[in-house]
């Protein structure tokens, strides 16, 4: 019923609890919108106990009950959901991924998306690492079970040096969990804290959630790792990069009850509905938010705007997945299962609705027809970010350039295409400034096509140091003088 499924993922952590497995259900639970696909948990016990495992297709709450929870009991565990659109939502590539190298057991977590991913997997299958999925998330995985690597203390370092692109990483060893962001900081990754454990998530929702303690955000390019002894963190070194946090974190992806680099989404949201009325204004009788993800961003409208806030559009919750698809029998059913229009309240009205974003524009489309029919007087259509007109490679799913509408019309044929008497998209600079943040703190590359991080990178010219032993842990050494 999607119309975009999600690329995007969820992760979640926690080190030193005795229901570990639990509580990580809960922390999935809340991160639900980051991944329908698939979910897993892994768990341990520590030293030489074997990791526990129990993936599955679908929701949360059908992946997991009582008793599979039961059977993964540990003190750690790590876990993921999952959504993919590249031909593979199959239970091979559901994340955790388990391995089990010369270092030990490993598992790891995923949100992003590798730029160099096919570079590094041609090279390590040339050197005989067999994948097992076709997700690139595994190349860190073998990166990390390399023998000869490097010196023990800098497997992970040295993996994580030699990925390019967007991740934040859950990576589970027998004796320690580590969290790691990206050097651009593309997806959010936060720290918290549950009586004595530690907890790791995508999103500080889970942390609510769960009655876990936020301490802060992991710094982009910063490792930072629990273990028996606590928490340490190796800050981000080595060549300076520029931030990249997707912005569209907070125009849709996160949820609005989350926290990233200290502002609350919801309140980031309703700025940009601020904005948005300051940049594109207009004579009407009521705001309508396209509900869930044009909410907050209404509101704020409303408020600057001074026009009435009405919930015309009612949402249907409980579209499950296995709802057959879309009939013929009855027109737009697709999009009209899942919002109905209160026709009342909008009748002879000038309507301003207001989304988060259009991509393709067939929900706004579907939407202004049903405005139409319900006999509203003008239709306004108001967007809460900028037109988006390029891919995203760091791990958002938008179409291919050529379906996205504003890379194909100009915004006056998208009026037109859409059938709304205006549009007013918000520009950049005003999208950034409802966050509070710098410019240089983000990616605005789907907006801009200003890329980051190159998509073509060079070939990493690391010269792998021998292995002089099996350790256990990934984890530099504490007092190691060129970590990163
Ligand atoms: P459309 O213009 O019909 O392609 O869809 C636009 C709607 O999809 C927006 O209102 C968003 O709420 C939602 N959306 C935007 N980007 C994504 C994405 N990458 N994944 C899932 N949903 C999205």
């Known amino acids: 019923m999607n119309a975009h499924p999600k690329h995007e993922c969820g992760i979640f952590g926690i080190f030193g609890h005795p229901n ?43 992946v997991f009950d009582e008793s599979r929870l039961k059977k993964i009991k540990g003190h750690r565990a790590v876990g993921h959901v999952r959504y993919s659109t590249t031909g593979s939502s199959t239970i091979t590539n559901a994340q955790p991924l388990t391995v089990d190298c010369a ?13 160099n991913a096919n570079v590094l997997r041609n090279e390590l299958e040339a050197k005989g690492s067999i994948f097992q999925t076709t997700v690139d998330s595994e190349i860190v995985l073998h990166l990390l079970a390399q023998p000869d690597a490097s010196a023990e203390d800098h497997a992970l370092v040295s993996a994580v040096r030699r990925v390019e692109g967007a991740f ?79 912005i569209f974190e907070y125009v849709y992806f996160s949820r609005p009850d989350s926290v990233i680099a200290g502002r609350t989404v919801s309140e980031v949201r309703k700025r940009m509905g601020h904005e948005l009325a300051r940049l594109h204004p207009v004579e009407a009788d009521i705001v309508i938010p396209v509900p869930d993800s044009g909410n907050y961003a209404a509101e704020g409208y409303a408020e600057a705007s001074g ?22 029998l009855i027109r737009d059913f697709g999009v009209r299962v899942k919002l109905n229009l209160i026709k009342d309240m909008v ?70 295409y859409l059938g709304a008497d205006s549009i007013g998209y918000l520009d950049v600079p005003s999208m950034i400034s409802a966050t509070g943040l710098k410019p240089d703190h983000f990616c605005v590359a789907c907006f801009t096509g200003d890329y980051p991080v190159p998509f073509d990178p060079r070939l990493d010219k690391l010269v792998l140091e021998q292995r002089t032993g099996r350790s256990n842990s990934l984890a530099p050494a504490e007092n190691h003088p060129s970590l990163l």
Request: hydrophobic share 40%; with cysteine.
């Open 20 to 62: 570990a497995a639990e509580i990580t259900y809960y922390g999935l639970y809340a991160l639900q919108h980051r991944g329908q696909e698939s979910a897993g948990i892994v768990t341990s016990d520590g030293d030489t106990a074997p990791f526990l495992v129990h993936k599955g297709m679908g929701l949360v709450s059908q």
């Open 103 to 115: 270092r030990g057991q490993i598992a790891i977590c995923h949100n992003g998306n590798l730029v």
């Open 307 to 328: 026009i009435v806030f009405e919930q015309a559009f009612v949402r249907n919750h409980y579209i499950g997945r296995t709802f057959l698809q879309p009939t013929q």
């Open 168 to 246: 934040s990483l859950l990576i589970m060893s027998n004796t320690e969990i580590i969290a790691v962001r990206d050097p651009q900081g593309f997806r959010p990754l936060c720290i918290g804290r549950l009586e004595d454990s530690y907890v790791f998530a995508s999103e500080t929702c889970a942390f609510d959630l769960i009655g876990a303690k936020y301490l802060r955000d992991v710094e982009p390019g910063e490792i930072v790792i629990a273990d028996a002894r606590g928490l340490r963190s190796i800050p981000a070194s080595g060549p300076v990069r520029r931030k990249a946090f997707c």
């Open 347 to 416: 009748k002879d009205k000038r309507v301003v609705v207001v989304d988060d974003s259009i991509v393709r524009g067939t929900t706004a489309r579907a939407r202004v027809v049903n405005l139409r029919e319900a006999g509203a007087r003008e239709v306004h259509i108001r967007v809460s970010c900028p037109p988006h007109r390029f891919a995203c490679f760091y791990g958002i799913d938008f179409p291919d350039p050529k379906k996205l509408i504003a890379n194909q019309m100009t915004k006056m044929e998208i009026a037109r």
